[in-house]
């Protein structure tokens, strides 16, 4: 861990960003919102936050505690043609005349991210261990537990897109991703996230330090140069991650000329990504604990040298002086005590009895 000795305090213009930033979460929990899908700080990192922002020199700005997520893309955009195997050749020779090249949907969709008019199915930020339990009775139930709760169909719409194509089969389904209008349904975990401003460099060592020590491994740091107000005293946000942690898999399609969602995996296979999941869980919260620790220990208040142990090589010497005078002082006191009970016994043992 590196070990600052002493930090700078906060300017003003970060006191007053973090001043804003904390009257919005002031705000109670059931009134607050934010963009995320949730809408709410969560609770697994409520302490974590507490704790970030009671330090002068730091504030959070954005967070997010680790989830599983299933999330179906946007619809594309209207192409100027269709895309095929067969006719890229007539695309690349359009290019040559200065037309527009027709990309494959794959490479144009490649980005399934927020935008464009997507949904999230399913968003947990807990694992899904406790959720399945009330499927363990029912055999068919708990078989297509995971593709009702992530994809949301039901024994008829299962029976639909089976009786709509019988003979599908998994290559069938991959070859349907070729279509332009597919839109796929993408199920994801994601570890923690967590956007920290800072009010020096000297903040942001420590908590990029923590960071990586906690197994958070990509924890880096941006806007290291001050803009504006801020010129010549930068106020670094470091987003504290790891990716080691984040896994996706592509696990159904929904078509433009039915809008229905169809699964390209097993059951057996949605129940092992959600396995997997629940492992992901446990670990990214045994690295928010030690992150926390990390935290804590990086930004304690510095120990006296007097009262932590520690002494240089010339208080140990002037130590041990004073307590080789002390022992000194305490062998004469004890050598003269001897002394004076040896005297005593003689003047008694010399006296005359008295004369009766």
């Not at 923590?210 to 801020?230: M, Y």
Request: charged share 25%; proline share 4%; glycine share 8%.
């Amino acid at each position: 861990m590196v070990v600052v000795t002493s930090l700078p305090s906060p300017r003003d213009s970060f006191i007053r960003r973090k001043t804003r930033i904390l009257s919005q979460l002031a705000v109670p929990e059931e009134e607050y919102t934010d963009a995320s899908p949730k809408g709410s700080i969560d609770a697994g990192i409520r302490s974590l936050i507490d704790e970030i922002n009671a330090q002068p020199g730091l504030v959070t700005t954005s967070s997010c505690a680790g989830r599983a997520s299933v999330y179906l893309e946007g619809r594309k955009k209207k192409q100027a043609a269709s895309w095929s195997p067969g006719n890229s050749a007539a695309a690349t020779a359009d290019d040559e005349v200065g037309e527009e090249r027709i990309m494959s949907p794959a490479v144009a969709s490649s980005s399934g991210g927020g935008k464009g008019g997507g949904e999230w199915l399913f968003v947990s930020h807990d694992p899904f261990l406790s959720s399945s339990a009330a499927a363990k009775n029912d055999d068919d139930k708990e078989k297509y537990y995971y593709e009702s709760l992530l994809l949301g169909l039901g024994s008829g719409e299962r029976d639909a897109a089976s009786s709509a194509s019988p003979s599908t089969t998994a290559a069938a389904e991959a070859a349907s991703v070729q279509h332009e209008d597919v839109r796929l349904i993408h199920f994801k975990f994601e570890p923690m996230i967590l956007h920290i401003l800072t009010a020096s460099h000297e903040h942001a060592q420590l908590v990029i330090q923590a960071g990586i020590e906690a197994g958070f491994r990509e924890t880096g740091a941006v806007s290291l140069l001050g803009r504006g107000e801020e010129e010549g005293w930068p106020t670094p946000i470091v987003a504290v991650r790891c990716m080691g942690l984040s896994f996706e898999s592509l696990i159904g399609v929904v078509e433009a000329d039915d809008d229905q969602r169809r699964a390209i995996v097993t059951p057996s296979y949605l129940n092992m990504l959600v396995q997997i999941a629940d492992e992901r869980f446990v670990e990214n919260q045994k690295r928010i604990a030690r992150f926390q620790a990390a935290l804590q220990t990086a930004f304690a208040p510095p120990v006296s040298k007097e009262h932590n142990g520690w002494e240089d090589g010339q208080a140990r010497r002037e130590r041990k002086r004073e307590e080789g005078l002390r022992r000194r002082e305490q062998l004469k006191g004890e050598e003269s005590g001897r002394k004076k009970t040896v005297l005593d016994l003689k003047d008694l043992i010399l006296q005359e009895p008295d004369v009766l």
